[in-house]
């Protein structure tokens, strides 16, 4: 995903709100559905979705006005229903890390009542490739960390 910072999601402090970096992080995520063959015609055609459990988002830089971003996303787990992936954010004038989120995907089944559901095939074989491909890079280092006061 590439995008700049638009004057909208300004907030008080003149830096990007913290709500849009979810923003920014979900369009990258529909980015990586499409990759994984979660198109959005698939997914109105089966039924199949995936459901965001859990996300982690850390701020680590400030992103003003026009900053150009790009994000990244590394597949760190895989099972037959559910993914975690790190995302990370660039400033691309800057070449720095500025937001990570982690996140836990879980496919969904949404015929009748939205179920948890293994993957479908075709999408199951990408992200099984995508997680070998991704086991060569390093674990980021902030990934699965937790919040807390440091003492």
Not at 8 to 27: M, P, Q, S, T
Not at 44 to 52: D, P
Not at 54 to 65: A, Q
């Amino acid at each position: 995903l590439d995008v700049s910072v638009r004057p909208e999601w300004i907030d008080y402090n003149g830096h990007l709100y913290d709500g849009y970096y979810a923003v920014i992080f979900a369009k990258a995520v529909d980015e990586f559905l499409v990759r994984v063959c979660l198109t959005p015609a698939v997914r109105e055609t089966t039924r199949h979705t995936i459901y965001t459990m859990e996300t982690h988002v850390r701020f680590l830089w400030e992103v003003k006005l026009g900053t150009p971003v790009s994000v990244t996303c590394q597949v760190l787990e895989l099972d037959a229903k559910r993914v975690r992936i790190f995302l990370s954010m660039h400033d691309k004038v800057l070449n720095l890390v500025v937001a990570t989120s982690e996140q836990l995907l879980m496919s969904i089944d949404q015929t009748d009542e939205p179920h948890a559901a293994p993957w479908l095939p075709q999408s199951g074989a990408i992200l099984e490739g995508l997680l070998k491909e991704h086991a060569a890079l390093p674990m980021p280092k902030d990934a699965g960390r937790s919040i807390a006061i440091k003492r």
